[in-house]
């Protein structure tokens, strides 16, 4: 069975960090829906892409996905944040024991929640807003801790969508997709 992936897209969402996400996991063969939480499928990110979501947010059942992905961005981040079936969402997912992966200025939303509280969490430099109770290792690029995963920023977009990956399949696929992307250093 595939793993099911929900990745989120708010009007300023950060482009590489979804688009990335998405690209890296669907070449993984995990089954990646994008879900606007606006009420039109085409989505504006923070530098005037537009990205068209496979569904929408209203109306969707997200009882079968086994992660949840928010990129940041802003005024992206903002949005997701604001978004209130969103953090019930968040809530009852990781009631569940399912991973959350947060990119980004996204980190905060976790933090708000309290999903971030004494966990490592790597973030975008400054974005520490309700990440007080958290961890803070803003100089890894991609960090997992239990069913929590983060990334600090576009520039670790890749690492990001690997290390969802890695937790769901094993190193060695991990790195298989790592060897396809040709990451040289």
Sequence with gaps: ???KVAVFLAQGFEEIEAVSTID?????????NVISISKDLEVRGSHDIIVKADNLFEGADFSQYDCLVLPGGQPGTDNLMEFSP????????ASKNKVIAAICAAPQILGMLGLADNKEITHYPGCTKFLDKAILKPHMASIEDGKIITGSSAGAALKFALQIIDHFTDTQNMLRIHDILVMNY
């Excluded at 890296?24 to 990646?32: G, K, N, T, Y």
């Excluded at 969103?86 to 809530?91: A, N």
Aim: proline fraction near 0%; avoid cysteine; glycine fraction near 0%.
């Design 24 to 32: 890296v996991l669907r070449r993984a063969d995990f089954e990646v």
């Design 86 to 93: 969103l953090r019930d969402l968040l809530l009852q997912h």
């Design 1 to 3: 069975m595939k793993t």
